[in-house]
T-cell receptor, first 118, second 112 residues
């Protein structure tokens, strides 16, 4: 049972390069999220998705795009990387609690992608 | 902007002692959660307390919530070296959003 898997784990990019971070979950969760974690800033929400084919902006969406073509995958793209995007990126997923009638807020996190933009 | 702010930013205690960390938030919430993050790893969900609850226990963890003061505390009793980690509070927002915001974390060091 893998849970949430993020690839790659580490990456160094040059300014202006593009890349895609992949998040895959095998728990059939409806909700998926991308966060970035910077020292002293905690986790900040970049984009999120409440279901296949839907995405929405979070707190810090500029410079990022996302896609959720399949329920189990949530992709985060950087079209033109900037040094300010140097960070650790975390993907998380969650599900709708049918019994309680609201989303489950006990997120399952991936192990992170450490991205450095030089 | 951060919804939750933890206090203290860092805490160092001896093994066997209790550790208390606090979280303050700004706007009304439906629930509040605590997560643990070991160095270099993803966050792990510890406990969730709903806005109509005042106290909740899970093993050596005790969480309290005071909605009038917009604050919560996490108590870890009889701490162990393995509890060394960063602890984050997370809050949802009233209004039906399916997402939470995280605080900046408390770094706990338990000295054997």
């Amino acid at each position: 049972n893998a849970g949430v898997t993020q690839t790659p784990k580490f990456r160094v990019l040059k300014t202006g390069q593009s890349m895609t971070l992949l998040c895959a979950q095998d728990m059939n969760h409806e909700y998926m999220y991308w966060y970035r974690q910077d020292p002293g800033m905690g986790l900040r929400l970049i984009h999120y998705s409440v279901g296949e084919g839907t995405t929405a902006k979070g707190e810090v969406p500029d410079g990022y795009n996302v896609s959720r073509l399949k329920k189990q995958n949530f992709l985060l793209g950087l079209e033109s990387a900037a040094p300010s995007q140097t960070s650790v990126y975390f993907c998380a997923s969650s599900y709708y609690d049918q019994e309680r009638g609201w989303p489950n807020y006990g997120y399952t996190f991936g192990s992170g992608t450490r991205l450095t933009v030089v | 902007s951060q919804q939750g702010e933890e206090d203290p930013q860092a805490l160092s205690i001896q093994e066997g002692e209790n550790a208390t960390m606090n979280c303050s938030y700004k706007t009304s919430i439906n629930n509040l959660q605590w997560y643990r993050q070991n160095s270099g790893r993803g966050l792990v969900h510890l406990i969730l307390i709903r806005s109509n609850e005042r106290e909740k226990h899970s093993g050596r963890l005790r969480v309290t919530l005071d909605t009038s003061k917009k604050s919560s505390s996490l108590l870890i009793t009889a701490s162990r070296a393995a509890d060394t980690a960063s602890y984050f509070c997370a809050t949802d927002l009233r209004g039906g959003y399916q997402k939470v915001t995280f605080g900046t974390g408390t770094k706990l060091q338990v000295i054997p």
